[in-house]
């Protein structure tokens, strides 16, 4: 969840695989379905694979599962909707089918957030198992990008929101297991919240040179949640282990929101 080129994605992503004129959108649309037409199909039979079982045998009911393919079905049009045009021709690359795997993993963590009465101990359990293969597979997408040459912004995007949308996740059932406060909840929000403020500083949005704190920092908030998540670990620990976490995350922020300060181009609206 590298800040660095969100600058350039963000000018990269408006450029839809789908057209915004009405006669095209709907052959632009079909035509990415065929290009994802795999990555759908296996996707769907994930989610399904992960979230049945946790409903017959975890203690959840089929509103788990109803939410479960809810949240799909957006993450499917999300992705049909933004990918870029050259991918019903070129498919999406080797790179991409691993983060949208992943992310089928990560909507039966995420569709969980909508029924803290059902976290039973087994659940719980069994939503930490994925989370922790999702994690696990986290970098092997990237690392076929490159080998294939298909390193794309879309890519680079999807991997990056894919990796917030996992922490604002596990942020949100820690808080729900009771065994740390609501500030833990900023470790799930503050990126969103540094996209938002860019809005209006636009100097936030400026592009951030690479650097491995931010990489590493991503998966040692992630790694942090789940331990915390972990049902043998007690509130003390979860507490411990998800501040030292968010105090590092704090200091990530703080460190480029200086640089982008002393490196911005004051114009209207972009404060001091």
Not at 38 to 46: D, F, K, N, S
Request: hydrophobic share 55%; charged share 15%.
């Amino acid at each position: 969840m590298d800040r660095s080129s969100e600058c350039a994605l963000a000018t990269a992503e408006r450029e839809s695989g789908v057209p915004r004129t009405r006669g095209g959108w709907r052959a632009a649309l079909s035509g990415q379905v065929r290009a994802w037409r795999v990555e759908l199909t296996l996707g769907l039979a994930v989610v399904i694979a992960l979230s049945l079982p946790l409903a017959l045998f975890a203690g959840l009911t089929a509103g788990f599962v109803a939410t479960a393919m809810l949240l799909f079905l957006a993450l499917s049009l999300l992705v049909l909707f933004t990918a870029p045009a050259e991918f019903r021709t070129m498919g999406p690359g080797p790179g991409n089918r691993v983060t949208f795997l992943r992310a089928a993993m990560v909507v039966p963590v995420a569709a969980m957030v909508f029924h803290p009465s059902l976290q039973q101990t087994a659940s719980v359990y069994a939503l930490f198992g994925v989370a922790v293969l999702a994690l696990i597979l986290d970098g092997a997408d990237g690392a076929l990008a490159r080998r294939f040459g298909r390193v794309t912004a879309f890519g680079a995007r999807f991997d990056m929101e894919l990796d917030a949308l996992l922490i604002l996740a596990l942020s949100v059932l820690v808080w729900q297991t009771g065994k740390t406060g609501p500030w833990v909840l900023l470790i799930g929000v503050m990126r969103y919240g540094f996209v938002a403020s860019g809005w209006y500083w636009r100097w936030l949005q400026g592009a951030l040179p690479p650097s491995r704190r931010r990489q590493s920092l991503c998966v040692v908030q992630s790694v942090a949640l789940l331990i915390a998540l972990a049902p043998p670990v007690p509130p003390a620990i979860a507490v411990v282990v998800s501040l030292g976490a968010l105090v590092l995350l704090v200091y990530s922020f703080v460190m480029d929101i200086l640089w982008l300060h002393r490196h911005r181009e004051t114009g209207p609206r972009d404060g001091a």
